[in-house]
């Protein structure tokens, strides 16, 4: 149904070492970057992370937040501690979530900005 996501951040040099440290683990990159504008995915551009003059404030209440597909559980794994070391902050370990399915692996996580995101895989693997 989407073709891409854009968000807002203060300062693009910080979330570009975040994104491109969480994204490697799923096997996505920064396939586009020009001053201000870095675009994220795998075959084509689906996240746009743009630096904006009013990014919209963190709402842990507003139940936004992004959710990346994840080809393994370790690399499920590896997003949420790549979120950790690089400026982000813990929002749930990486684990099974029952209440969401039988396979539901998720690990979620604050990027530097506020905003939630989370990292999916709905295999046993």
């Not at 491109?20 to 994220?40: F, M, Q, W």
């Not at 689906?46 to 936004?64: F, K, N, Q, T, Y």
């Not at 539901?104 to 990027?111: G, K, L, P, T, V």
Request: net charge negative.
């Amino acid at each position: 149904m989407l073709d891409h996501v854009s968000i807002g951040v203060a300062n693009p040099s910080r979330s570009k070492t975040f994104y491109d440290a969480i994204l490697a683990p799923l096997g996505y990159s920064c396939l586009s970057e020009s001053a201000g504008s870095l675009g994220y995915g795998g075959d084509q551009v689906s996240l746009w992370i743009l630096e904006v003059e009013r990014p919209v404030p963190a709402d842990m209440a507003s139940g936004l937040h992004f959710c990346f597909a994840a080809p393994t559980r370790d690399s499920v794994r590896a997003f949420h501690a790549a979120a950790l070391a690089n400026g982000g902050s813990d929002n749930g370990k990486a684990g099974l979530r029952a209440d969401y399915g039988d396979s539901y692996f998720a690990a979620f996580a604050i990027d530097p900005d506020g905003y939630r995101i989370e990292a999916y895989c709905g295999s046993g693997s």
